[in-house]
C-alpha cells in the first residue's frame, strides 16, 4: 500500500470514520444541475428535433424477434428511435404487466417527443407523471441525452434489425433487404443507413434474455443484447494478489494537502471573524446559560467549511426508480448553498451512482408484479416484532430460501442491514472475546464490535501478512493483564469493500483459518448477488465451500433491490442469533412486500427450478417467468455485471486514471485528490457541455450546427450516430463523490457503481465523459500501466480485450 495512504485516520478505528457521510448511504446520491434553469437558448435547443423526419410514422412489424408475439413499432422516418414493444400474446401476466408500461417509463424525454409521432406510446401508468413535462435542460447536454437515451430504444431496433438480417440470410433469401427495409415474411423492419456489413457481420441477439427489451423497461434496465459483452465472474487461482495500484505524483499529493490547509485556515479566519461579527450564527457551538453547546466543533467545522462548499454534489433530490437511468429534481441555490429550492424541472440521468448490481430496482416486471400482488394478499406491514406477534410464513420462507441461496443450514432476516450487523455480533461476543477487524470494515461492524464489550483489534486493510501477525501477537499473548487464553476469536471481514472496491482474500483468510482457529464472519453486503459465477459472494467467487465460513451476512439493498439483511450459519448459531439479536427480538420484522421483493429476486437468480419441490420454495401468489425460474435471466444479469465491471476499471485505468480495487468490482472507486475537482468531477459529469470547447455548447438553432451533427440529429441511426463525435451522445451522468471521513483525506474518490441494467454504451458514455473531464481538470495521473495509456476510442473499441485482460501483462 502506497505509504500516503497508510495516514488514513480510519485506522484510528472512529465509527463515523468510515461510513459517517451521506455518500456511503445504500440509495444513490444523484445529481442536480449547476446551471439552476435552462436558458431560453437552450429550449431552443430542445425544440430543434428533426420534426420532418417524425410526420411518417409507419408501424412495422417484425418476426425477427423469436419471442412471439413481440412487435416493434417504429416512427420510420429515417430510423429516428421511437419504438415501442409489443408483449408476446402469451406471455403471463408478469410480462404483459411489465411491457404495458414500457413506453410510460421511458424518458420522460422519449415520451414527450414520441407521443406526437406514436399514438402507441401513451399510457396510464403512474409514472406518466414524470414525463408530463420534458426534463429541464442541462447546458448542451439536452439534445445529448436525449439521443443517447433514446438511442438505447434505437439500439434495439437495430439489434432486431440485426438479427432479422442473420434470419434472411438463414432462410436463404425468402427475406430481401432494400432501400434500408429488410422484409420478412411476417413484415418490415427499418435498418438505419450506416448500419449495413457491420450489423451483418455481427452475431445474432438474444431475444430471450434479460435484457429484452420486450419485457423490461430500458429507462429501469438497458437493452444490451450482444452475447460478447459479457463475463464470467469467478477466480479459482488460490490467493488473489493485491490489486495494481498506482502512486500519484509528488504534487498531487503535496497540492492535495496545500488544499486543505489552505481551506482550514481560510475556514478558522472565518470563524474567528463571525463568532465576532455574527454570534447569532455559532449558538449551537457556545456555552449558554450553563449548557454546553450541543454539537462538537470539530464537526462542524468540517461540516461548515468543507463538506459545505460540495454540498450540491451531496442529497440530490430524486424521483422514480433509480435503475439504470434516474430523473432528478432539480434545484438551485442563491445563498452558497445554505439551502436549495426545486426548480420544478427534471433531468433524466444515466445512474452511476446506485447498489443497483443486478437491475433489480425496477418498477416492472416479474418481481415487481410479484410485489403487487403480495400487496393485495398481505397488505403493507407485518405489525409488530417477531418474538411479540409471531413470524410470517414469507419469514419462514425467505429464510430458507437464503439459507439455500448462500449454502448455509439456516439463516434469520432482519429488517436493517446495518442492524443485522450491529446486533448480531453482541449476539455472539462478549467480553472475553477477541474480535479481529480489518481496518476498512463497515461501520455496522465497527459498531456492533464495541456493543459486545469484546476486545478489538484491526489489521491492516487486506493485508494477510499484519493479519498473521496480529494473530500470532493475541494468541501468544492472551488476554490482557491474565494472559488467559480468548473465550472466542472472530475475524471479521468484508466480502467486497464498497469504498476500496478491493475483494477479500478468502483462500488466504481460510488458510489461516485452519492454522489458528478462529471463527469467520464474512458481511457480503457488497459481494451477494454481485460476485461469483452464481453470484452467491465469495465463496462463490473463489470456488470455496460456504460450509468453511461460520457466518455469513448479507443486505438485501443492493443486488435484491429490497431492504433488510440475514444472518447465515450452522443452525445452532442461528438459533442463538434467532433469541438474543436485538433486531430480531423487539425490531419490526421486515414487511411482505420487501420479503416477496427478497424471494422473487432471489429465486430469479438462483433459477429456483420448475418441479414441485423446487417450487414449493415460493409463496402459491408469486409466478415467475420461465427465463426466471430455470435462472437463465440471473445468469445473463450476473454476466452483463461481470462485463459493465471489468470493462469500466480496465478502462479507466488504460485512459490513465488512478483506479483502485479488483477488477471484478462492481464498485470502481476513481482517485480524485485534490477536495475542489471532486465538486468540480461531479457537476461536470453532469453538465457534460462544461468540457467542450464554448462553441459547441449552447447551439440555439439549427444554423448553429456543423453538418454533420445536423446529419446525426436528422437521423440517428446513421453512419454518424453510429460513431459519435461526441457532441450529442452526453447524457448527464450521476456519480457519487466521497471525501473523508469516508475515505483517507487525501483520497477523495468517486464511486462508479456499475449495474446489470447497464449497457455496454452507457458505459462507453462513462468512459467518454470521464475521459474529457479527466482531461480538463488533470486527473489523469496515472500511466495506463501495466502497459501504455489508451485513447479513448482504443478503449472503446478494444473493450473485448479490456475485459478479457489478466490486469498483469503489458498491453
Ligand atoms: C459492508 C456493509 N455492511 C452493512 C451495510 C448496511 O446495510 P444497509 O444499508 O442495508 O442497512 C452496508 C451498507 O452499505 C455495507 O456497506
Known amino acids: 500500500m502506497p505509504s500516503w495512504r497508510r495516514s488514513s485516520n480510519r485506522s484510528s478505528g472512529s465509527a463515523s470514520g468510515s461510513t459517517g457521510t451521506p455518500t456511503d448511504s445504500p440509495s444513490p446520491s444523484a445529481g442536480t444541475s449547476v446551471t439552476s434553469s435552462p436558458s431560453p437558448s437552450m429550449r431552443k435547443r430542445w425544440s430543434l428535433t428533426p420534426s420532418k ?93 436525449i439521443e443517447s437515451l433514446e438511442s438505447i430504444q434505437d439500439l434495439h431496433q437495430r439489434s432486431v434489425a440485426k438479427a432479422a438480417l442473420i434470419a434472411a440470410a438463414a432462410s436463404g433469401g425468402t427475406n430481401k433487404l432494400s ?33 429484452d427489451g420486450s419485457t423490461l423497461v430500458h429507462s429501469e434496465f438497458g437493452y444490451c443484447a450482444n452475447p460478447a459483452f459479457r463475463y464470467e465472474s469467478s477466480h479459482k487461482n488460490g490467493s488473489l494478489p493485491s490489486p495494481h495500484e498506482e502512486e500519484p505524483p509528488y504534487y498531487t499529493v503535496l497540492t492535495t494537502y496545500l488544499s486543505y490547509a489552505i481551506l482550514i485556515v481560510v475556514g478558522h479566519i472565518r470563524d474567528f471573524l463571525e463568532k465576532r461579527f455574527y454570534p447569532s450564527t455559532f449558538t449551537h457551538l457556545v456555552e449558554i446559560n450553563g449548557y454546553a453547546p450541543l454539537n462538537s466543533d470539530f464537526d462542524s467545522f468540517y461540516t461548515r467549511r468543507l463538506k459545505h462548499r460540495l454540498e450540491d454534489c451531496f442529497a440530490r433530490p430524486v424521483t422514480g426508480v433509480c435503475g439504470r437511468t434516474v430523473t432528478l429534481l432539480d434545484r438551485t441555490s442563491q445563498n452558497a448553498f445554505d439551502t436549495f429550492e426545486l426548480t420544478g424541472e427534471k433531468t433524466r440521468c444515466l445512474n452511476v451512482s446506485a447498489y443497483n448490481y443486478l437491475g433489480f430496482a425496477q418498477s416492472h416486471g416479474a418481481c415487481a408484479d410479484a410485489v403487487e400482488r403480495c400487496l393485495n394478499t398481505y397488505g403493507v406491514s407485518s405489525y409488530g416484532s417477531r418474538l411479540g406477534v409471531g413470524a410470517l410464513d414469507l419469514q419462514a420462507q425467505a429464510e430458507k430460501l437464503v439459507a439455500q441461496f448462500v449454502g448455509k443450514q439456516d439463516c434469520c432476516v432482519v429488517s436493517m442491514g446495518f442492524a443485522t450487523n450491529s446486533t448480531t455480533i453482541p449476539a455472539i ?24 464489550g469484546a476486545a478489538i483489534r484491526q489489521y491492516k486493510h487486506n493485508d494477510m501478512e499484519d493479519l498473521e501477525h496480529l494473530l500470532r501477537e493475541c494468541i501468544s499473548q492472551g ?162 455485471l461481470a462485463f459493465n465491471a471489468r470493462y469500466l476499471s480496465s478502462g479507466l485505468r488504460k485512459l490513465g486514471f ?120 488533470h486527473m489523469k495521473i496515472g500511466t495506463g500501466a501495466p502497459g501504455r495509456r489508451w485513447t479513448i476510442d482504443e478503449v472503446t473499441s478494444r473493450s473485448l480485450e479490456l475485459v478479457h485482460w489478466n490486469g498483469t501483462d503489458a498491453i
Open 429 to 452: 461476543a462478549g467480553p472475553g472475546a477477541l474480535i479481529i477487524s480489518d481496518e476498512y470494515n463497515h461501520s455496522s461492524i465497527r459498531f456492533g464490535a464495541r456493543l459486545t
Open 179 to 211: 432501400g434500408g427495409v429488410l422484409s420478412t415474411p411476417a413484415g418490415n423492419v427499418v435498418i438505419g443507413a450506416g448500419l449495413g456489413a457491420a450489423a451483418a457481420a455481427e452475431a445474432p441477439t438474444s431475444h430471450s434474455s434479460s435484457a
Open 479 to 640: 488476554m490482557p493483564r491474565t494472559h488467559r487464553p480468548w473465550k472466542k476469536i472472530f475475524l471479521m471481514v468484508e466480502g467486497l469493500y464498497s469504498m476500496e472496491g478491493t475483494l477479500v482474500n478468502l483462500p488466504k483468510v481460510l488458510e489461516l483459518k485452519d492454522r489458528y482457529k478462529f471463527y469467520l464472519y464474512i458481511d457480503e453486503a457488497h459481494s451477494i448477488g454481485a460476485i461469483g459465477p452464481r453470484g452467491r459472494g465469495v465463496c462463490d467467487y473463489f470456488g470455496v465451500d460456504p460450509a468453511r465460513v461460520d457466518i455469513l451476512m448479507g443486505t438485501f439493498t443492493k443486488s435484491f433491490g429490497a431492504a433488510g439483511g440475514y444472518i447465515c450459519g450452522d443452525k445452532s448459531i442461528i438459533d442463538r442469533v434467532r433469541l438474543a439479536n436485538h433486531a430480531n427480538v423487539y425490531g419490526e420484522t421486515l414487511s411482505p412486500p420487501v420479503l416477496t421483493q427478497i424471494i422473487s429476486s432471489m429465486a430469479g437468480i438462483m433459477g429456483v427450478g420448475n418441479a414441485a419441490h423446487e417450487m414449493a420454495l415460493l409463496p402459491s401468489f408469486v409466478h415467475l417467468p420461465p427465463r426466471l425460474l430455470d435462472g437463465s435471466e440471473g445468469r445473463e444479469r450476473l454476466r452483463r
Open 53 to 145: 423526419n417524425r410526420e411518417a410514422a409507419t408501424e412495422l412489424a417484425t418476426s425477427a424477434s423469436p419471442s412471439p408475439g413481440s412487435r416493434i413499432v417504429s416512427a420510420a422516418g429515417k430510423g429516428v428511435p421511437t419504438v415501442s414493444v409489443s408483449p408476446p400474446e402469451a406471455a403471463n401476466d408478469a410480462t404483459s404487466n411489465s411491457t404495458d408500461s414500457n413506453d410510460s417509463s421511458s424518458p420522460s424525454h422519449q415520451r414527450g417527443r414520441s407521443s406526437k409521432d406514436s399514438p402507441s406510446s401513451s399510457s396510464s401508468s403512474p409514472s406518466d407523471e414524470l414525463g408530463s413535462q420534458p426534463p429541464s435542460m442541462t447546458t448542451g447536454s439536452t439534445s445529448a441525452s
Open 658 to 777: 488512478i483506479v483502485y480495487g479488483h477488477r471484478d468490482s462492481p464498485i470502481v472507486p476513481l482517485l480524485i485528490f485534490n477536495p475542489a475537482k471532486m465538486q468540480m468531477f461531479s457537476r461536470m459529469m453532469l453538465d457534460r457541455s462544461s468540457s467542450v470547447p464554448p462553441s459547441r455548447r449552447l447551439a440555439a438553432s439549427e444554423k448553429d450546427l456543423s453538418s454533420r451533427e445536423l446529419a446525426r440529429l436528422n437521423d440517428p441511426a446513421s453512419a454518424e450516430a453510429l460513431h459519435d463525435d461526441g457532441t450529442f451522445s452526453r447524457p448527464p451522468i450521476v456519480v457519487v463523490v466521497v471525501a473523508y471521513p469516508a475515505t483517507p483525506l487525501i483520497s477523495s474518490r468517486v464511486r462508479f457503481c456499475v449495474s446489470a441494467s447497464h449497457t455496454k454504451s452507457d458505459i462507453d458514455d462513462v468512459l467518454r465523459a470521464s475521459d474529457e473531464i479527466g482531461e480538463a481538470l
